[in-house]
């Protein structure tokens, strides 16, 4: 599996920016694809997850109620729209595939099997 991720950039705190992955590959019958950032000097955290098979969403309490994930099936493409951004969401965020998802450990970037290349978000206050 091959993602693809797009769409991050530099903006006010307060603004907006939507994410975009996309895959390419043979996927499971049963997978989620994640979005996870990554400050500098700072673990790889969970942001959210969407799953293929019901569409059942997962958030971090940090962006619940700001962030937005979706899916788009016909395209392949998993969106990430995160509003009301603030400094500390500044990162590198990443896409990344579950092949076998259990959701006790969906939060988990251990579980997942390929990741997009990165992509830099930055809030300036």
């Known amino acids: 599996v091959q993602l693809q991720a797009s769409g991050g950039g530099l903006v006010q705190a307060g603004g907006y920016l939507r994410l975009s992955c996309g895959a390419s590959?043979?996927?499971?019958?049963?997978?989620?694809i994640g979005w996870f950032r990554q400050a500098p000097g700072k673990e790889r955290e969970f942001v959210a997850a969407?799953?293929?098979?019901?569409?059942?969403?997962y958030y971090a309490d940090s962006v619940k109620g700001r962030f937005t994930i979706s899916r788009d099936k016909a395209k392949n493409m998993v969106h990430l729209l995160m509003n009301s951004l603030k400094p500390e969401d500044t990162a590198l965020y990443y896409c990344?595939?579950?092949?076998?998802?259990?959701?006790?450990?969906?939060?988990?970037?251990?579980?997942?099997?390929?990741w997009g290349q990165g992509t830099q978000v930055t809030v300036s206050s």
């Open positions: 590959g043979r996927t499971s019958n049963n997978y989620a």
């Open positions: 990344a595939y579950n092949g076998g998802v259990i959701t006790s450990t969906i939060r988990s970037p251990t579980m997942y099997d390929y």
């Open positions: 969407i799953r293929s098979n019901n569409g059942i969403i």
